[in-house]
């Protein structure tokens, strides 16, 4: 579990790394040897040279990391004058499973789609096997929901930003072949719109499933799979 934890860190750290570079000039390559792929959907696509990923016969989608923003819930409860309506660590757990469920499921979805990817549950053996592995990180939510009582609203003209770091991995040799990073920063309006629960999910629902999109859509070109859904 150690050893797990501490994977998920230098994932998150090399994400942040490339992240950051999106304003700026690209990496031109990763820390662990991956190439800038040009003319992509996706903010940056990182390759592995040689890498192919056309011979697989099974595809497993692993569970979606969330992680916030640093500093992000003592940012949130600075802001806030009433200390019944603070955000609370169970808050940022909701809110932290319920965005990675979405997104593990939008994938899913997407690889379903037909003609089919045959999808396994189980691929701890790795034969054969291209495993996804999609996280979210910097997720900046300008005004959560908190299960305080009374009824309040929020004002926003920013729903937030998050962004997916996915990578594809060689089930028998857990070699990174593609690295993913895109950021969605939501669009700035000129007015005040109420911001709660219901928005939040239907924004983060609708860039979830762009990003699915998108990947389906890049493996079915690199893939021998045939044919893209709609």
């Given at each position: 579990?150690?050893g ?8 998150a750290?090399?994400a ?20 800038l ?7 940056q ?12 016969q099974a595809?497993?989608v692993?569970?979606?990391?969330v ?16 200390l ?20 593990e ?5 997407a ?16 034969e ?8 979210i ?6 005004a959560?929901?908190t ?39 939501s669009?700035?309006t000129?007015?005040l ?12 629902r609708?860039?979830?499933s762009r ?20």
């Amino acid at each position: 579990m150690q050893g797990s934890n501490t994977i998920k860190s230098l994932l998150a750290c090399a994400a942040l790394t490339l992240a950051a570079c999106t304003s700026n000039s690209l990496v031109p390559q990763t820390y662990d040897g991956l190439d800038l792929q040009p003319d992509t959907k996706f903010g940056q696509v990182y390759k592995r040279a040689g890498a192919d990923l056309s011979g697989y016969q099974a595809y497993g989608v692993e569970a979606c990391d969330v992680a916030f923003k640093k500093n992000w819930l003592r940012d949130q409860n600075n802001s806030r004058l009433d200390l019944g309506n603070r955000v609370t660590q169970k808050d940022v757990d909701r809110i932290k499973d319920t965005l990675a469920s979405e997104c593990e499921k939008y994938f899913r979805e997407a690889l379903e789609q037909a003609p089919p990817y045959p999808l396994v549950d189980n691929f701890s053996d790795g034969e054969g096997v291209l495993i996804l592995r999609p996280s979210i990180i910097n997720l900046d939510i300008s005004a959560p929901d908190t299960h305080s009582a009374g009824m309040q609203r929020t004002y926003t003209t920013q729903a937030g930003e998050m962004t997916l770091v996915l990578e594809l991995q060689d089930g028998t040799t857990g070699e990174t072949l593609v690295r993913i990073v895109d950021r969605y920063r939501s669009p700035e309006t000129s007015w005040l719109q109420w911001s709660n629960s219901v928005t939040n999910q239907a924004e983060a629902r609708r860039v979830l499933s762009r990003w699915a999109r998108q990947l389906r859509k890049g493996l079915d070109q690199v893939t021998t799979h045939t044919g893209t859904p709609e």
